[in-house]
């Protein structure tokens, strides 16, 4: 069984940074796309970032200058850097990875909250 967890959000000032992470474990034999999607509330879930097993990334434009992704593939993790975050910004952070273990498969982790506040 392939789990995703991810950790680091919290609450933090405008103009602040966090760094959440996602690990995941379990019968993985390979990860090709892993990153994060958000959803505020009252809105759908929409991309931020996302990084290939080849290094290529894909994001929002929203984000773009201010949040960088990094995959540590060793330790199946990714990392999400986020810096000048702003009030809209604030939403539940989930990660999804496209892993093979019996066979292909898209997993989301439970997600967490980020809150950018004064």
């Known amino acids: 069984q392939v789990q995703l967890v991810e950790s680091g959000g919290g609450l933090v000032q405008p103009g602040g940074s966090l760094r959440p992470l996602c690990a995941a474990s379990?019968?993985?034999?390979?990860?090709?796309?892993i990153g994060w999607f958000r959803q505020a509330p009252g809105k759908e879930r929409e991309l931020v970032e996302t990084i290939t097993s080849g290094g290529n990334t894909n994001y929002a434009e929203s984000v773009k200058g201010r949040f960088t992704i990094a995959r540590d593939n060793a330790k199946n993790t990714v990392y999400l850097q986020m810096n000048s975050l702003k009030p809209e910004d604030t939403a539940v952070y989930y990660c999804?990875?496209?892993?093979?273990?019996?066979?292909?498969?898209?997993?989301w982790g439970q997600g967490t909250l980020v809150t950018v506040s004064s």
């Open positions: 999804n990875a496209h892993i093979l273990s019996l066979w292909w498969q898209d997993y």
């Open positions: 379990g019968s993985i034999n390979r990860i090709n796309v």
